[in-house]
């Protein structure tokens, strides 16, 4: 299972960032792709799902409804979390994640940092 994640950095409060996750065909095309953040010192927490398909839309957690928005490039097989207004609270280590065959995979993560 290939999951690579890229697009951290360093923002300036109410900045906007863009996350990539890059994912094997047979998972992009069948799998629900989940973005995950973990702050220092935080237990890892769910951010956003995307589903494969057209049936099923996108899900947030509340603190970032209205800010994060996910999107899928099926050429790319690549889903996206467009972040804007951030917060130094989004802070954090963001990780992109699928659930397949029973156990739940993990890419690398991406660092972003909002801070001025």
């Known amino acids: 299972v290939q999951l690579q994640a890229s697009g951290g950095g360093l923002v300036q409060p109410g900045g906007s960032l863009r996350l990539s996750c890059v994912a094997s065909?047979?998972?992009?095309?069948?799998?629900?792709l989940s973005w995950y953040r973990q702050a220092p010192g935080n237990e890892r927490e769910w951010v956003a799902n995307s589903h494969a398909g057209d049936i099923r839309g996108p899900e947030y957690r509340d603190s970032v409804k209205g800010r994060f928005t996910v999107s899928r490039d099926n050429a790319q097989n690549t889903v996206y979390l467009q972040m804007n207004n951030l917060s130094p609270e989004d802070t954090a280590v963001y990780y992109c994640?699928?659930?397949?065959?029973?156990?739940?995979?993990w890419g690398e993560g991406t660092q972003v940092t909002v801070s001025s």
């Open positions: 994640s699928t659930y397949y065959l029973n156990r739940r995979y």
């Open positions: 065909e047979m998972i992009f095309s069948t799998k629900t």
